[in-house]
């Protein structure tokens, strides 16, 4: 016999190859709930992976690390790194999905049997973290080029405000964060004109002649195709004289259109006389570059239009000034040392939805309360990055912040300082931007909040218990107060959920909705929203549906008492049935409801609704099937006294026809109605014993046994009945079969219910086998026949009670596998079938070895 559980003498590179589209499938899975909230496409979320692959096993196959691998994998989780940062992938999102793929490996390997394999997984972590590694390096690397690039884009938008000026800064900043770029030219739009307003790297003098309008003419390609776009990939649309970029002795050439708000301004052209084509790295570092200075250069050609009636300076002031007005970041510049406010932006106020001008010193910082987001302790004054730069001129990248705002509600910025420096290098003021993140954090936070809720919800088919998780869920998350509402037709009387951090506010706020019956006005406001499936929101209780309620003392007492500032009420309702309201409140947190709170309330009830819908039926379902079985129990049970006296009654009126020499018509008559009532009695037994399994009273007699002897047993039980049909029947086993602790006579039942079946189906010259052997911790029992098998659309439903298969030509009561089953459970083994139509079917059930076997 073959040996299961064989380790799998094959090398993880080798299945890594075999079996990389299976490896992808589950990979793509597990990527996809990485990240819900991002959801990209299958084609984009998979775009480098076979790839890295690849590269994971010739690394693992022995290559070594991954600067020894072929030419052609060397650099893939680098550039799969870049391709990720440009999506607007996190590291931390990166490194995850490499984790992802090391475990869908390590399981895939495992699940086909791999084996210790110790080496080879030392092997694959290395690969992994190879992979990693070079993913990490590339990442940051090219993080901290945008950066820079960024930041020398800030330091020429702030230090000139000539157009021309700030496009030669431009450049200059562009050939040095990309070494490739030998030549860089901007043409910006005028008219219908292109002009060359900046070059660098053209040392013979200016662009004339052809190769000013060969560059010209691949501007114009850019343009209309409206995105980046290599000089090769543009030949086939341009006339010859666009070769004319190749005779300065330019290799590669990459040409990126100037957009602002849908409309076209221009085109920044690089060009490298060395590398045959632009990395990848390069190419998101000047595609990021040109777009942040697209605003810049428009704010720029605004100015200059407007120069000629001002004074140089007053057109500098004018220029900073838009810039810095209209940046799509807040912007605050502080006082060296004091921190003094010298200058803030419309972003700010808005953002903070208060004016931060008038502030004197640091200690001014306070109006605006910040929090750190992982421990909720207070900024203090000098923590605020603005306070640390101007005082100590640190720099501070990416730093995040809670914000209590001025209207009251909460938001999330992502922090930027840098110290401003004299001709000296000393500190002379600070500049802080910000960027509001609040809306893509609550994303974030609802995403992960709904689906934690999802997974949580799902885990009880209690209908109580489903609502207790839901204000549990809710409090304090999304609110301090959560009360659900079920309405009297879901269950006998209305009930009510009370839910809050603090049991004694539970049981304070319960005395108190027993004392106040609802207010018309509330019942109203409920049936409201109810009745139209809309949750509703009220920021205070100023809000037409809700204000007449206030004439009502025991709802202002209610409202007082606990606090309550903020509501939020919202119906639950699945499969078009109301369940009841969930009313969810703020109070002492001071937090203040939005829509985006409205927005994750409602898909939080939606999701509560359905759970509680499924707890309500699946209750249901159980009450009426806990009956269904009493009542076959009852009625089986009683059954079995009139059918006993029947089968008696046959029998001694069996053994008078006998004495009377046998009157032929009276003995078929007797023998019918013993054939039914024997019928009958097989079909009440089957009930009972069912009803007995089911409601957990059918004791087990355990003893040591033989399975072999088990086997032979049932076999010789159906001898007859084989003969009879013309059918061999055998029993084979292992030489070396263990000893069992079981119920000989219900495992004897399993096999007799098998074989019955077996015997049914399989015709004359046919052969039914019963086969015992050993298989890890489990002794198997196997009975096959080579009768007509069972369709496949049968095979789901085979251990259902009361299904019976339509083709196989046979009737049953639908009890006899399902018995099986629980029988085969009880034992705590597990039963399984496998057929093909045309050539037989095969039951196997196990019964596990006593402490392991022996």
Partial sequence: MVQLGRPNEERLSDFIRRHRDAILEAWKQRAHALSPARSPSDPMLTDHIPSILAYVAEVAGGAGTGAEVDQRLRGIPGHHALNRLAQGYDLADVVKEY????????????????????SELIRLNGAIDDAIADAVTRYQEARVRLLQALDAISTAALGSSDLDAFLRALIRATREAAAAVDVAM????????????????????????????????????????RGPASLDAALRTLPVTARELRSRGLRAVYGVPLI?????????????????????????????MTSRATGIIVQAQLVAKERASRHQADDARALLATVIEQMPAGLIIGERQTGRVLLTNRQATEIFRQSLEGIQNTEGYAICRGFHPRSGKAYETWEWPLARTVTTGEVVDDEEIDVLRGDGTWGRILVRSRPVLDPEGRVSAGVVTFFDITERTRAEQAQRFLAAASASLSDSLDFQGTLDRLGRLTVPELADWC????????EAARRVTVTHVNPEEVRRARALLREMDPPPGLSAVMEQVLGGERPELFRDFSHPLIAPLAEHAGFRRLVRELGITSVMLVPMVARGRAFGCIALGTAASGR???????????????????????????????????????????????????????????????????????????????????????????????????????????????????????????????????????VRLAATSDEEVPIVVCDRDRVLQVLSNLLSNALKVTGAQGAVTVRCERREEHV???????????????????????????????????????????????????????????????????????????
């Fill in 99 to 118: 984790a992802a793929l090391r475990a869908v490996i390590l399981e895939l390997w495992e699940r086909e049997g791999g084996g210790d394999g110790g």
């Fill in 260 to 288: 602002h708000e849908g409309r076209a301004i221009g085109v920044a052209i690089l060009g490298s006389r060395n590398a045959e084509e632009f990395s990848e790295e390069d190419m998101l570092m000047l595609r990021t």
């Fill in 186 to 225: 901007v043409l910006l739009a005028d008219g219908d004109a292109l002009e060359v307003h900046a070059t660098a790297g053209l040392d013979d003098g200016p662009l004339l002649g052809p190769p000013l309008e060969a560059s010209r003419e691949f501007a114009r390609a850019v343009l209309a195709l």
């Fill in 592 to 726: 203040v409801y939005d829509e985006a709170d409205l927005a994750v309330a409602h898909d939080l009830a939606q999701r509560a609704a359905l759970a509680a819908d499924n707890a309500r039926l699946y209750e249901a379902a159980q009450r009426a099937i806990e009956l269904r079985d009493n009542v076959l129990a009852t009625v089986s049970h009683d059954l079995r006294n009139p059918l006993s006296a029947i089968i008696t009654a046959a029998a001694v009126m069996t053994k008078r026809a006998a004495a009377r020499a046998g009157d032929k018509g009276d003995t078929k008559a007797i023998q019918a109605i013993q054939r039914s009532a024997h019928r009958m009695d097989r079909l009440i037994h089957d009930l009972l014993d069912f009803a007995s399994l089911r409601a957990g009273r059918l004791e087990l007699r355990r003893q040591p046994q033989d399975p072999r002897d088990i086997g032979r047993e049932a076999v010789e039980t159906f001898e007859p009945q084989a003969q009879e049909k013309g």
């Fill in 483 to 490: 009360v659900i509402h079920t309405l009297p037709e879901v």
């Fill in 780 to 854: 198997v029992f196997a009975v096959a026949d080579t009768g007509p098998g069972i369709p496949e659309d049968e095979l789901p439903y085979l251990f259902e009670r009361f299904w019976r298969g339509q083709r196989n030509g046979y009737k049953g009561t639908g009890l006899g596998l399902a018995i099986a089953r629980e029988l085969v459970v009880a034992h705590g083994g597990t039963i399984s079938v496998d057929s093909r139509v045309g050539v037989g079917t095969t039951f196997r059930f196990t019964i596990p070895l006593e402490n392991g076997g022996g």
